[in-house]
């Protein structure tokens, strides 16, 4: 059972298109996490939100946590070659341990 | 400083054989983490250490897998009677005091098992 459903898992974009990732869950989260990843690499923080209805940008980047803290979404703005990677959220259940539960991953890739 | 290492890099190995990963963390960290990622998927928690104590082995499939941190610092995942379906990238983090802290990963061990 996957707690955290984020769509799409693929996505192929031309340069300079907009685009928006969903995560979603029917469990609530004390805090929601973005990361990127590369090949071969870990995941690397991007953004954490806590409180439900939070917006956080960074550069082209906004990052939104629901009211209800159960979803959450990532908007690029004018997608560049750069953004290219795989997305990922996690969500910590419990802040007492740290343990994140991911979701799926989305594939992005922006062409030229 | 240094992130997260480690090692190996890659490992291959048949089915039936005994591995460890290790992994090095962040100095002064003394909460460690390993999740297991498999083609396509996102990372899955194996297991989380607070100092030499493991504090949640939840994630641990089964009793193939185990994994120590004796001295707070390196920790070992050991793999025993490997099966084809371990195969997957084995990621560790580390964070300073664990919680709602920044993890930090590493590049992760990839394992293939033949």
């Known amino acids: 059972t996957q707690l955290l459903e984020q769509s799409p898992q693929f996505l192929s974009i031309q340069e300079g298109e907009n685009l928006t990732v969903y995560c979603n869950s029917s469990s609530v989260f004390s805090s929601l996490q973005w990361y990127r990843q590369e090949p071969g690499e870990g995941p690397v923080l991007l953004v954490t939100?806590?409180?439900?209805?939070e917006v956080k940008k960074l550069k082209r980047l906004t990052f939104q946590f629901g009211d209800a803290r159960k979803d959450s979404s990532l908007h690029i703005t004018a997608a560049q070659p750069g953004d290219t990677g795989l997305y990922l959220c996690a969500g910590l259940r419990s802040s007492n341990t740290g343990k994140l539960i991911f979701g799926q991953g989305t594939t992005l890739q922006v062409k030229p | 400083g240094a992130g997260v290492s480690q090692t190996p890099s890659n490992k291959v190995t048949e089915k039936g054989k005994y591995v460890e990963l290790r992994c090095d963390p962040i100095s002064g960290h003394t909460a460690l983490y390993w999740y297991r990622q498999s083609l396509g998927q996102g990372p899955e928690f194996l297991i989380y250490f607070q100092g030499t104590g493991a504090a949640d082995d939840s994630g641990l499939p089964n009793d193939r897998f185990f994994a120590v941190r004796p001295e707070g610092s390196v920790s070992t995942l050991k793999i025993q009677r490997t099966e084809r379906g371990d195969s997957a990238v084995y990621l560790c983090?580390?964070?300073?005091?664990?919680?709602?802290?920044?993890?930090?990963f590493g590049p992760g061990t990839r394992l293939t098992v033949l």
């Open positions: 983090a580390s964070s300073l005091t664990g919680g709602s802290d920044t993890q930090y």
């Open positions: 939100v806590v409180t439900g209805g």
